[in-house]
C-alpha cells in the first residue's frame, strides 16, 4: 500500500463520514471530527490489511482506534461520543459484502440467475459472504463501544 | 426557587414542582430516545436532569417505545409513563440535550430555565438546508463507491441514485408511510438509477454503484446501539434495536431486489 492511495483512500472516508454527519444533523462545530474520524478509521484499516490482516481483524482495530478517537474528541468539544463514533465508523460498513450476500440469498432462492456455479458452491460463497459481513459488522460495534467497555467502570448513577 | 439552591442542601419538592420536573425529565427523555440516543445515556441524562432540579432520586425505566419515570423528594413522589415514536436520528439534538443535562446538573439552571432552554431545542430545525443534505447524502455514497474500488462512470451513476433515493426517503418521512416500507421504496429507487451503469453500457461493475447508494438506508445506529445496550445490560431494549436494524437491512433487500428483477440487470 503506497502513501498516494492510502491518502485517496483517507480523502474518499473523510468525505463519506462527513456526509452521514450532516444528514444525522450534527452541528457544525463538530463536522471537522466526524471526518477525521472517518478519514483516520478507513486509512487504519487500509493499512493493517496491507500488513496482511484479514478484513475482519483489521476492522476491529480500526474500530477500537475510532472508539478512543470519539472518546478523546467528546471530552474535547464536551459532545456526546455516539456522534464521532457512528461517524467514524461509517466507512467501514461492509456494504458490497452485505450486498452479495443478498444476492446470493436470491440467486439460491432462484429468483435470479448470475453466476453458473452449482447450488452447493453458491450455498457455501453466500453463507461465507453472511458471515464476513456479520463478523465485521460485530467489530465495528465492540470496537467503537471497547473504550466505554474497558474503562468506564465508576459506579453509574443509577 | 434560585439555580444555586438546587445543589445545596435538598429541601423536600412540594407535589407541584415535582410533577413540573417529571414533566421536564419525560420531556428530555423522550427526545433523547427518539432521536437515536442509547439507553445508558437516556437513563444517565434524565437521572442528572431530575437530581439537579431537585429531586432525591429518580428511577428510570427506559424501553424503546416507552419512558417511565418515578422522581421521589422527601416523602412525596410522582410515577408518571410516556410513549415514544422512533423518529429520525438527530445529533445536533442529542448534543444539545447532553448540554442541558450537564448544566442543570451543575446547578446553573433552575427548572423554569430549563423548561425554556427544552422547549427552544424541541422547536429547533434542522440545521441543514434539505438540498444540502440531499446533495451531501450523495457525495457520501458516492465517495462509497471509490471505497469499494468504483471507477468514475460508478462515482457518477451513485451520486445521482443516492441523491435521488435520499429526496425520496425525505419525501416518504413526510408522508409518514411505515419506515420499513419507506426504506424498501427509497432502496429500490436507487437500485433502479444505479442499474442504468449496466443498461446504458456506462461501467463493468455496476454492483458497486448498487451497493453504494443503499448505504444511506444502512441502519448503522439502531446495530451500535443495539450493541451497546446490550453490553451495558440493557437486554431487550438491546435485542429490540438489534432486530429492528436487521429488519430495516431487509427492507433495503427487498427494495434491491425488485429493481433487480424489474430491469433484469443481470449484476
Same mark, same amino acid.
Request: charged share 25%; glycine share 10%; net charge positive.
Given at each position: 500500500m503506497n502513501g498516494w492511495l492510502l491518502a485517496q483512500d483517507l480523502f474518499w472516508a473523510a468525505v463519506a463520514a462527513l456526509g452521514f454527519a450532516v444528514m444525522f444533523n450534527v452541528p457544525r462545530r463538530l463536522l471537522p471530527g466526524c471526518a477525521l474520524a472517518g478519514g483516520m478509521g478507513h486509512a487504519l484499516r487500509a493499512l493493517g490489511m496491507g500488513l496482511g490482516l484479514p478484513l475482519e481483524v483489521a476492522t476491529l482495530a480500526a474500530a477500537t482506534a475510532v472508539g478512543f478517537l470519539s472518546e478523546w474528541l467528546a471530552k474535547r468539544h464536551e459532545s456526546p461520543r455516539i456522534v464521532f463514533g457512528v461517524s467514524g465508523v461509517i466507512p467501514m460498513v461492509p456494504g458490497v459484502l452485505a450486498y452479495q450476500t443478498v444476492l446470493g440469498v436470491f440467486e439460491l432462492a432462484g429468483l435470479i440467475n448470475l453466476s453458473s456455479d452449482t447450488a452447493a458452491n453458491e450455498l457455501v460463497n453466500t453463507a461465507v459472504l453472511g458471515i464476513k459481513t456479520g463478523l465485521v459488522l460485530i467489530a465495528l460495534a465492540l470496537g467503537i463501544i471497547a473504550p466505554n467497555l474497558l474503562f468506564r467502570r465508576q459506579q453509574p448513577v443509577v | 426557587m434560585t439555580a444555586k439552591a438546587a445543589t445545596a442542601e435538598k429541601r423536600p419538592l412540594t407535589h407541584t414542582e415535582l410533577t413540573d420536573i417529571i414533566d421536564l425529565c419525560l420531556w428530555a427523555g423522550q427526545m433523547l430516545l427518539q432521536h437515536g440516543a442509547n439507553?445508558?445515556?437516556?437513563?444517565?441524562?434524565?437521572?442528572?436532569?431530575?437530581?439537579?432540579?431537585?429531586?432525591?432520586?429518580?428511577?428510570?425505566?427506559?424501553?424503546?417505545?416507552?419512558?417511565?419515570?418515578?422522581?421521589?423528594?422527601?416523602?412525596?413522589?410522582?410515577?408518571?409513563?410516556?410513549?415514544?415514536?422512533?423518529? *429520525?436520528?438527530?445529533? *445536533?439534538?442529542?448534543?444539545?440535550?447532553?448540554?442541558?443535562?450537564?448544566?442543570?446538573?451543575? *446547578?446553573?439552571?433552575?427548572?423554569?430555565?430549563?423548561?425554556?432552554?427544552?422547549?427552544?431545542?424541541?422547536?429547533?430545525?434542522?440545521?441543514?438546508?434539505r438540498w444540502l443534505v440531499v446533495g451531501m447524502v450523495g457525495l457520501a455514497c458516492a465517495a462509497?463507491?471509490?471505497?469499494?474500488? *468504483?471507477?468514475?462512470?460508478?462515482?457518477?451513476?451513485?451520486?445521482?441514485?443516492?441523491?435521488v433515493a435520499m429526496l425520496v426517503r425525505q419525501e416518504l418521512i413526510r408522508q409518514q408511510v411505515n419506515p420499513f416500507l419507506m426504506v424498501a421504496a427509497s432502496a429500490f429507487v436507487a437500485g433502479l438509477i444505479a442499474s442504468s451503469a449496466a443498461w446504458l453500457h456506462l461501467s463493468q461493475q455496476p454492483q458497486v454503484a448498487m451497493s453504494a447508494s443503499v448505504l444511506l438506508l444502512a441502519p448503522g445506529v439502531p446495530l451500535i446501539n443495539a450493541a451497546h445496550d446490550l453490553i451495558r445490560g440493557y437486554m431487550s431494549n438491546g435485542v429490540t434495536r438489534g432486530v429492528t436494524g436487521l429488519l430495516i437491512s431487509l427492507a433495503i433487500a427487498v427494495g434491491l431486489l425488485l429493481a433487480i428483477l424489474l430491469t433484469g440487470a443481470g449484476i
Open positions: - | 439507553s445508558l445515556r437516556v437513563e444517565e441524562s434524565v437521572h442528572r436532569l431530575g437530581t439537579g432540579l431537585g429531586c432525591d432520586w429518580l428511577d428510570i425505566v427506559v424501553r424503546t417505545e416507552s419512558l417511565t419515570i418515578t422522581a421521589t423528594s422527601g416523602d412525596e413522589f410522582r410515577t408518571k409513563t410516556r410513549r415514544v415514536v422512533r423518529l *429520525g436520528i438527530n445529533m *445536533g439534538r442529542i448534543t444539545a440535550l447532553n448540554d442541558l443535562s450537564r448544566r442543570v446538573s451543575e *446547578g446553573q439552571l433552575d427548572r423554569f430555565q430549563a423548561r425554556a432552554a427544552l422547549e427552544q431545542i424541541d422547536r429547533q430545525p434542522g440545521t441543514y438546508n462509497f463507491s471509490r471505497l469499494f474500488g *468504483g471507477d468514475w462512470p460508478v462515482f457518477g451513476v451513485t451520486f445521482v441514485a443516492a441523491a
